[in-house]
């Protein structure tokens, strides 16, 4: 069984920071990819950025330069860095990974962490 656990979510005024971080719990093997998704009201879920287990990364392109993405193999953990935060990043984030368990390989996901950008 893998659990994915989100935090660092909440309410921040335009222009601000936050730090969202995910870990991943269990019969863990390894850990290929590791992203970050969100999904506003109305809205499809997108993919905001990507990194790879050697640290290759990618971003939506309204989120370049603004966020960061890193992870920690050792403990499993993936981050977002937000800066600069404006209103339409505003949605639930979800962390998103594609685990190892023995031969077995499954994309696995957290419950999601409420981001709010307004003044």
């Known amino acids: 069984q893998v659990q994915l656990v989100e935090s660092g979510g909440g309410l921040v005024q335009p222009g601000g920071s936050l730090r969202l971080s995910c870990a991943a719990s269990?019969?863990?093997?390894?850990?290929?990819?590791m992203d970050w998704y969100r999904q506003a009201p109305g809205k499809q879920r997108e993919l905001v950025a990507t990194?790879?287990?050697?640290?290759?990364?990618n971003y939506l392109d309204s989120v370049k330069g603004r966020f960061t993405i890193s992870r920690d193999n050792a403990k499993n953990t993936v981050y977002l860095q937000m800066n600069s935060l404006k209103p339409e990043d505003t949605a639930v984030y979800y962390c998103?990974?594609?685990?190892?368990?023995?031969?077995?390989?499954?994309?696995?996901w957290g419950q999601g962490t409420q981001v709010t950008v307004s003044s």
């Open positions: 998103n990974a594609g685990i190892y368990r023995g031969t077995f390989y499954g994309d696995y």
């Open positions: 269990g019969s863990i093997s390894s850990i290929n990819h």
């Open positions: 990194v790879s287990r050697s640290g290759s990364t």
